[in-house]
T-cell receptor
Framework: DAGVIQSPRHEVTEMGQEVTLRCKPI?????LFWYRQTMMRGLELLIY????????DSGMPEDRFSAKMPNASFSTLKIQPSEPRDSAVYFC??????????????FGPGTRLTVT | GEDVEQSLFLSVREGDSSVINCTYT??????LYWYKQEPGAGLQLLTY?????DMKQDQRLTVLLNKKDKHLSLRIADTQTGDSAIYFC???????????FGTGTRLQVTL
């Protein structure tokens, strides 16, 4: 398996523009997570899905952020409009959640977003 | 709360053992995890331990779990320069697939 795939790997955009980050989870995994990592705040969970349904979006900073998972093999994280404080590395991770088993997550390489 | 705490930085000499510590708060956690993040990369799962165990060994890695004190540690034997990275511990919530990650410990290996 190719692992979790994220695109683009780097994104530079101007303040006010729309940014869309993409993620393809590992085939067969049923949970998907979006994280944001910065020096100041560390690793933050933004939202996660189980079986394509959003379960907890309490980490989404504000209404400018939205996430979708239209099917089991694709998810997007959109920021509209973007602001300089959104600059961070955004990670997608997936896992196979099974009762009475471990929930190890597998991370993608991340998208480094710079908003100028 | 769901705070998972780690010290920020650890420096060791090549060949020595490294011990990275973590304290967690959720006593209902079923599994606890250690992840490694190299510069410019995502987090990579190193190992995990079931909460009913107190030790797990995997080659150079030894995980110790003290459930009474909610303390988890990762020992790396014969530390190499390639072990330089940020190490994160994480706990599951016991009933869902969400993990709570610690703040990360940056391990620096010197010659």
């Amino acid at each position: 398996d190719a692992g979790v795939i994220q695109s683009p790997r780097h994104e530079v955009t101007e303040m006010g523009q729309e940014v869309t980050l993409r993620c393809k989870p590992i085939s067969g995994h049923n949970s998907l997570f979006w994280y944001r990592q910065t020096m100041m705040r560390g690793l933050e969970l933004l939202i996660y899905f189980n079986n394509n349904v959003p379960i907890d979006d309490s980490g989404m900073p504000e209404d400018r952020f939205s996430a979708k998972m239209p099917n089991a093999s694709f998810s997007t994280l959109k920021i509209q409009p973007s602001e300089p404080r959104d600059s961070a590395v955004y990670f997608c991770a997936s896992s196979l959640a099974r009762t009475s088993s471990s929930y190890e997550q597998y991370f993608g390489p991340g998208t480094r977003l710079t908003v100028t | 709360g769901e705070d998972v705490e780690q010290s920020l930085f650890l420096s060791v000499r090549e060949g020595d053992s490294s011990v990275i510590n973590c304290t967690y708060t959720d006593s209902s956690s079923t599994y606890l995890y250690w992840y490694k993040q190299e510069p410019g990369a995502g987090l990579q799962l190193l190992t995990y331990i079931f909460s009913n165990m107190d030790m797990k060994q995997d080659q150079r890695l030894t995980v110790l779990l003290n459930k009474k004190d909610k303390h988890l540690s990762l020992r790396i034997a014969d530390t190499q320069t390639g072990d330089s990275a940020i190490y994160f511990c994480a706990e599951d919530t016991g009933t869902a697939s969400k993990l709570t990650f610690g703040t990360g410990t940056r391990l620096q290996v010197t010659l």
